[in-house]
C-alpha cells in the first residue's frame, strides 16, 4: 500500500470502497483537505446543508435505502452537537451510518479552549461506537467502523477527526473491506418448538417490524400468512412488507383507528413477531395478556411480564424457512370478520364530505406519484394518517422516523432520497411546524436541482398536541404555528410554492410540481380537525 498518501485523500478513498457516495455536511477549517480530496475524487461527492442536523438526517436516510452508510460532519462543539438530531436518528431508526467530527489534538484535549468539549462522551449514548482516527490506522478505524454501523441491528458509529491529521501521511495498511458476516442461525430446537406452537396455536398473528424489512423478507412473511391463513400486523416502518389488500393484512400498530386494529390482535392466543423493534412500540402496549410470544430477530426480545415462549435469535430469514419448512396447520381465526373490520377501518379513513382535509390531500397525492415513486414524511398528525391509510407498494418506498421521531426530518428525508434513487420520483408530505425546523434545507434541494415536491400540510396547529390538550380538557395553549394562516409567497428559497384549498386545485398543482425541473412546494390550506376523530386511539383495551 502507498505510504504517500495524506490521511485525507486515504479517509475518502476508504469511504469509497465501502460504497458511500455522498458525504453530507457543514464545513469547517479542519474539513479543508477532507473536502479537496473529496474534489478530485470520482464517484463520491461532499453536499453541503444548511444545518448539521439536516446534514445527519440525509446520511441516515442515505443509509438506509443503499444499505450502505451514510455518512455527514460537523465541527467542534455546536456543529458536533447539531449533528446528533440526524446520528440519534440512524441509531433508533437502524440507519447504517459514520459520523465524523472535528476533533482537539492531543495537547488541547481536557483543556479549557473555545469550543471545547469531549465529542467521545457526546456521541458515546447516541451511536453504537464512537472512535477515533489516527494516522497509522485510517482504513482499519473506517472499515470497522462500517461493518459495526451495517451488522445485526444497524446503527450509528461516531470517528472523531483530531484537527491537523487530514495532512499527515498515512500510514501503511493491507485491511480490505469486507461486509458484516452473515448471521448464524438460530438455534434449531427453538425453531422446531416455534412451528410447533405455531400449529398448535387456536388464533395465531404475525408481527412484522423494521428488522424484517432489512432482513428482506416480505415474500416469506407472505407465504406464512397465506399458508396458515392468519392475520398480519405491522409496524409503522415495517409499510410495505404486506400490500393492504393482501387477505391476511389486518394493519397498523400504533397510528390512526390503530383500536380497530387492536380488534383483531386482542384475540391472539400467540404472537409470532417477525423483526419486531420495540424501538418503535413496546410489546407492553398492544399485546393480548394471553398471548404467547415466538420472537424471529437478531436480537434477544425487550419484553417484560408476558410469556415469551421462544426468542430465536439469528438470521431471520432461515428462521422464517424453518416455520415454512413445517406442516400447515387449522386454526380458528374468523378471517372475514378481520377483513371486515378492516375494510370498515379503511372507509373511516376515506376522504368525506366535510371539506379539504388530510384524508383527500393524501388521496389525491397517492393518485400522482407513480407506483415506483417514495414518499418522505415528517413527525407530526399527518405521520399516524399516513401511517395507516397509505398504500404502499414495498419497503422502503414510504419513509419516516418512528424510533427517534424527530420533527423536521421530512424535507432532509427527501434530498436524501433523491440523491440515492436519483431515477425515482419524490416527495415529501410535511406538517406546517415541521417545515419551519428544517426549511433552510430547499436551498440545499434548489443548489442541486433535485425534482423533487414538498407537499406542505398548512394547518396551523401542532395537531397532535392540541389533541391530547383537549383530552386533558385542558384550554388549547402554544399550539398555533404562526400568525398568518398560510406560508405565503409565490417562492421560498428559489423554490416555487402553488397553494390549493380544494382537491382538484391541489391534483392540477401536484401534477405540475412532478413535471418541474427542481423543487417545488405544493402548499395545501386544510383543516386539521379531521385528524382529532382517527389519531391517537388506543392500542389495547
Avoid at 439536516?54 to 460532519?73: D, E, I, R
Avoid at 472512535?131 to 444497524?154: K, Y
Avoid at 415474500?219 to 392468519?230: G, M, P, S, T
Amino acid at each position: 500500500m502507498n505510504t504517500d498518501k495524506s490521511v485525507a485523500v486515504t479517509l475518502v478513498q476508504a469511504l469509497k470502497e465501502i460504497g458511500v457516495k455522498h458525504v453530507f455536511g457543514v464545513p469547517s477549517g479542519g474539513w479543508v483537505d477532507y473536502m479537496e480530496a473529496l474534489r478530485e475524487a470520482e464517484g463520491i461527492e461532499f453536499v453541503l446543508a444548511t444545518h448539521e442536523g439536516g446534514a445527519a438526517l440525509m446520511a441516515a436516510v442515505a443509509g438506509a435505502l443503499s444499505g450502505v452508510p451514510g455518512v455527514c460532519f460537523g465541527t467542534f462543539g455546536p456543529g458536533a452537537t447539531n449533528l446528533t438530531t440526524g446520528v440519534g436518528a440512524a441509531q433508533l431508526d437502524r440507519q447504517p451510518m459514520i459520523a465524523l467530527s472535528d476533533e482537539m489534538p492531543a495537547p488541547m484535549r481536557g483543556r479549557t479552549t473555545q469550543m471545547g468539549i469531549d465529542h467521545q462522551a457526546l456521541f458515546a449514548p447516541l451511536t453504537k461506537a464512537t472512535t477515533r482516527l489516527t494516522a497509522g490506522a485510517v482504513r482499519a478505524t473506517l472499515f470497522e467502523a462500517a461493518r459495526i454501523a451495517m451488522q445485526e441491528r444497524p446503527g450509528a458509529v461516531h470517528v472523531g477527526l483530531p484537527v491537523g491529521l487530514s495532512a499527515e501521511a498515512a500510514g501503511p495498511e493491507s485491511v480490505q473491506f469486507a461486509p458484516p458476516e452473515p448471521l448464524p442461525r438460530a438455534d434449531s430446537a427453538l425453531l422446531a418448538r416455534a412451528a410447533s406452537l405455531l400449529a398448535a396455536a387456536e388464533r395465531p398473528l404475525i408481527a412484522v417490524g423494521l428488522g424484517a424489512v432489512q432482513a428482506g423478507v416480505a415474500a416469506q412473511i407472505a407465504a406464512l400468512a397465506e399458508r396458515h391463513d392468519i392475520p398480519v400486523v405491522l409496524t409503522p416502518m415495517a409499510k410495505g412488507m404486506l400490500a393492504e389488500d393482501h387477505p391476511s393484512y389486518a394493519g397498523v400498530l400504533f397510528h390512526a383507528l390503530s383500536d380497530m386494529v387492536g380488534q383483531t390482535h386482542a384475540q391472539a392466543d400467540l404472537v409470532v413477531a417477525v423483526g419486531y423493534d420495540p424501538v418503535e412500540f413496546n410489546y407492553e402496549a398492544w399485546l393480548a395478556p394471553r398471548a404467547r410470544l415466538v420472537s424471529l430477530d437478531v436480537a434477544p426480545a425487550d419484553i417484560k411480564g408476558y410469556d415469551l415462549a421462544v426468542d430465536a435469535v439469528g438470521d431471520i430469514a432461515a428462521s422464517l424457512a424453518a416455520l415454512l419448512a413445517a406442516p400447515a396447520a387449522t386454526h380458528h381465526w374468523d378471517m372475514e370478520a378481520m377483513r371486515a373490520r378492516r375494510a370498515a377501518m379503511f372507509a373511516k379513513l376515506a376522504p368525506g364530505n366535510e371539506g379539504f382535509g388530510p384524508k383527500a390531500a393524501l388521496a389525491v397525492l397517492r393518485e400522482i406519484l407513480p407506483d415506483d415513486g417514495i414518499m418522505a414524511c415528517d413527525v407530526g398528525a399527518h405521520t399516524h394518517l399516513i401511517g395507516q391509510l397509505w398504500p404502499t407498494p414495498g419497503p422502503r418506498m414510504q419513509i419516516m422516523t418512528n424510533g427517534w421521531s424527530t420533527m423536521g426530518y421530512g424535507i432532509p428525508a427527501a434530498i436524501a432520497a433523491k440523491l440515492t434513487c436519483p431515477e425515482r420520483p419524490v416527495c415529501t408530505v410535511v406538517g406546517d411546524g415541521g417545515f419551519l425546523m428544517t426549511v433552510g434545507e430547499l436551498v440545499t434541494a434548489q443548489r442541486l436541482g433535485l425534482r423533487m415536491v414538498i407537499v406542505l400540510f398548512t394547518d396551523n396547529d401542532l395537531a397532535l398536541i392540541r389533541i391530547k390538550q383537549q383530552k386533558k380538557e385542558n384550554p388549547i395553549y402554544g399550539t398555533v404555528v404562526r400568525a398568518a394562516s398560510r406560508l405565503g409567497g409565490s417562492s421560498v428559497f428559489g423554490v416555487p410554492v402553488l397553494t390549493a384549498s380544494d382537491p382538484v386545485e391541489f391534483r392540477a398543482h401536484l401534477a405540475r410540481a412532478f413535471a418541474a425541473d427542481g423543487p417545488v412546494i405544493v402548499e395545501a390550506l386544510l383543516n386539521s380537525r379531521e385528524y382529532d376523530a382517527v389519531v391517537l386511539k388506543k392500542d389495547k383495551a
